[in-house]
């Protein structure tokens, strides 16, 4: 049986390069911090806490929202490189000096270039349901108009994210509504109608394939990985986690059955189980 645990509600504040960051610090005083990357138009609030919990047991935990995201302050920027620029920032802010870093979604794409801008500032990855630059995107219409539209109310935001995150099972779905109530009983910031044009216009640059792709950079990326998906992603799919473990020299995968993009939400449990066997190396 699951146990309960709160994330906190209350944030901290930094400021650096003229940002107001604001950021969660909770768990383990003493080891290296994981930092967590959220998901398109997410903010510190999207974490599943049973997840959250389960991984704080043993390491220090930083949620925090980027630039113009939540409670932080400005504009989101309209670059994946600006946006792991403004990571760093906050990171090098709170005086740390090395980190392990938990990217989902669009989170994974910054992540992914924070370690290429930050070589020496992060000692160990996980990407989960994300892609690589000029990675496979199947542009499903129904799929970009649920990630797109404006402001849902609760039944509307229920079945934009089963249907986004889960696959479309009774067993999925019974999962992600346990989440997603989780989730939901929050405190709850949302993010504004900028972050999204602004996180949408840095997805369709990171997301360009009019040249050839032959992933030669993720060969820069020598720390450990650990990629992780659900058996059917319809919003980063599937296909990116294998093209991103046939390209970065030290990764392994591991994919979820019944799932998709929330496998890491459907899965709490194992899925921060994995994690720790993978960061306690």
Known sequence: MMSTFTIPTVSSYIEA??????YRKFGKETGIPLIFFIHFRGTMENWDPEMIGALAENRPIILFD????????????????????????????????????????IGGFVAQELVLQQPNLVRRIVLAGTAPQSGVNDARKDVHEAMTQGDRDANDALETFLFLFYSPTETSRAAGVSSL???FTQKKVESSLQVRDAQLQAIAQWG?????????????VTQPVLVT??????????????????HLPNAQ?????????????????????????????
């Open 229 to 246: 998906n659900g058996v059917q992603d319809i919003m980063v799919p599937t296909e990116n986690s294998y093209i991103l473990v046939q």
């Open 181 to 183: 109530k989780r989730i």
């Open 208 to 220: 360009d394939r009019v040249h050839e792709q032959k992933y030669d950079w993720l060969q820069k």
């Open 66 to 105: 980027n630039t113009g995201v939540g409670e932080t302050s400005g504009e989101t920027p309209t670059t994946i490189s600006e946006m792991a620029k403004d990571a760093a920032t906050f990171i090098k802010a709170l005086g740390l000096e090395q980190v392990d870093i938990l990217g989902f979604s």
């Open 253 to 281: 995968l591991i994919i979820y059955p019944d799932s998709g993009h929330g496998h890491l939400f459907q899965y709490p449990e194992l899925f921060a189980a994995h994690v720790k066997m993978f960061l306690d190396v």
């Open 17 to 22: 390069e003229g940002i107001r960051f604001a």
